[in-house]
């Protein structure tokens, strides 16, 4: 008999692991709060955009592989064998992480479990630091349940590394599986779960311990951080020595395998609603075990660095920016996405402001969430002519494929002033520097 399996939360995780395992055929229950998500859901649309899950999304509610239901924990577990937390666990403004929704999510799947007889998987899905699971999910089950974790139901902790435009693909396409176990039993029903719907490419499956598999996603989001404020520190080195380039240092670093050319490109940092948030709630709870991380301090401090420098860069420029027109070419945290959380274009545009400038925006898709962050502080542009439509100055911000494809005449075609400041290392500064006044990172002049 096939595993029925539920999903508390649909978030981004939540709905990408949903519609991912409703692709392969499992049913499927989505549960969240949000009555209007579920609507949209049940109607075959996305809350939010995520390359190709749409498409997937509506082709499972028309095989009536998934469903959606508001906030019945209750049915969702008397109607599966698994259950999936994926609900968000916000920062708190000392970096730690709020367990709220987690924590009701929990006493509610205990109380449902209560009233189920058969034997029951919960999956903790959310990203949790180290201890989480065992320390305060598991009591919280075990109370509210009056039941055994390891006899009456299962308990595992099984991280996600889903990239935001790559989500769905990374679902079905893993480089490989944690699953962390409160007992062996859980831990293998689990296994042998995912080797079922990974079929014939079944990535690395690694079993641990409930905190190992807490820490592991930690680990790995932090070193990411960190590569990437790495670079920008040899990138900010590059800019003091003529003639170096922080780009050809990082291809040539890359081909040793060891390091790897991936999260080389230097630039205005990390954003996200996942890597400034990992490394704040590492560092947390780093220093709550009496534990100062030195390294991932430094990673945070580098990466906040990193978006004044184009801000100065622009005023070398120019002199002042008091009234003079900006235009900012991308607000996501990164291409294909409308997410600007953490968005390296929120502190740009918010120092542009405070130095007196008018800031002209553009991108893609991300207008509509820029609006709710800046309101009226911003003019937001229709297009890329024009956002540089009597600009003094452009700031190049988030990668998107279009900008990539723009030439030097064409800034210099629209602008008042024809000055770029690249933020990404998106173009070549030899041609570009020929026609324009252009600064970028890592640069040595
Ligand atoms: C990340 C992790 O990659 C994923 O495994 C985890 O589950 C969630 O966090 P995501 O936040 O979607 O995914 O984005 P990612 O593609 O990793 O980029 C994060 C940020 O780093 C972006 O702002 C990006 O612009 C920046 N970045 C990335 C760099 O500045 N340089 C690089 O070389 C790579």
Redo the contacts with the bound molecule.
Sequence with gaps: MQLRVSVIGVGYVGLCTAVGLASQGYGVIACDVDAQKIDKINLGFSPFFEPGLREKLSECIQRGTLRGLVNQIDRVVAETDFTYVTVGTPSKPDGSIDLTYIESVAVNLGRALKQKSGYHIIIIKSTVVPGTTRNVVLPILETESAKKCGVDFGLCMNP??????S?FY?TLNADRVVIGSHDKHAGDQLEAFYREFYKTCIPPIIQTSLSTAELI?YA??AM??T??SF??TIANICEKIPGADVKVVAEAMGLDKRIGS??????????????PK?VQALIACSEAFGYVPELLNATERVNKQQPRKVVEFCKQQLGTLKNKQIAVLGLA??PD?DDMR???AIPIITQLLAEGAYVVAYDPVAIQTAKSIFQNSVCYAVSVVDCLRDADCCILV??WPEFEKLTPQFFKNHMKQAILVDG?RVYDPEIFSKTLKFSTIGLGQ
């Design positions: 996600e590394f889903l990239r935001q435009g989500a990374d996603k790995s989001n990411l951080a590569k990437i670079i920008n991936q999260f080389l490109d230097a630039g205005l940092g990390y954003g996200g609603s996942c890597f990992d945290f990164k996405t953490e968005s390296r988030t990668q990404r």
